[in-house]
C-alpha cells in the first residue's frame, strides 16, 4: 500500500525559504509521476509542481516557476519542494500526491495516492 508522508512545513516571513519532504513507500515509483499540490482556505486544491519519477522530467505552476524547485532522491523514496521567495499568498495547506502514469499530469483527480498535508505559512 502506498504511504506518503510530508514534512518540513511551517512559519516563514515572506521572502524566506522552506524545504518540503514526501517520504514515498510500498512502491516502486519507477512508473509514478510525484506532485505536490496546495489548498488555501476557501479555495480549490491546486497544482504547484510534479516531476516524472523515472526521467526526472519537471514541470510547475506559473505562480511559482523560477522560486520552487521539485527535485527526488531515489536512494532515499523521498520528493522535496524547495521553496524561495515565499510570498504571503504561498499560504496553505501542501500535499504530495503519487499518479501511477507516465503522462505529466496537472489535475487532481488524475493523482492517485495523497499525504495527510503540512501547514506553510507566510507572514507579510
Known amino acids: 500500500q502506498v504511504q506518503l508522508v510530508e514534512s518540513g512545513g511551517g512559519l516563514v516571513q515572506a521572502g524566506g525559504s522552506l524545504r518540503l519532504s514526501c517520504a514515498a513507500s510500498?512502491?516502486?515509483?519507477?512508473?509514478?509521476?510525484m506532485g505536490w499540490f496546495r489548498q488555501a482556505p476557501g479555495k480549490d486544491r491546486e497544482f504547484v509542481a510534479g516531476?516524472?519519477?523515472?526521467?526526472?522530467?519537471?514541470y510547475y505552476a506559473d505562480s511559482v516557476k523560477g522560486r520552487f524547485t521539485i527535485s527526488r532522491d531515489n536512494a532515499k523514496n523521498t520528493v522535496y519542494l524547495q521553496m524561495n521567495s515565499l510570498k504571503p499568498e504561498d499560504t496553505a495547506v501542501y500535499y504530495c500526491?503519487?499518479?501511477?502514469?507516465?503522462?505529466?499530469?496537472?489535475?487532481?483527480?488524475?493523482?492517485?495516492?495523497w499525504g495527510q498535508g503540512t501547514q506553510v505559512t507566510v507572514s507579510s
Open positions: 500526491a503519487a499518479a501511477e502514469t507516465l503522462a505529466l499530469v496537472r489535475s487532481w483527480p488524475e493523482y492517485d495516492y
Open positions: 516531476i516524472s519519477w523515472s526521467y526526472r522530467i519537471t
Open positions: 510500498g512502491r516502486t515509483f519507477s512508473g509514478f509521476v
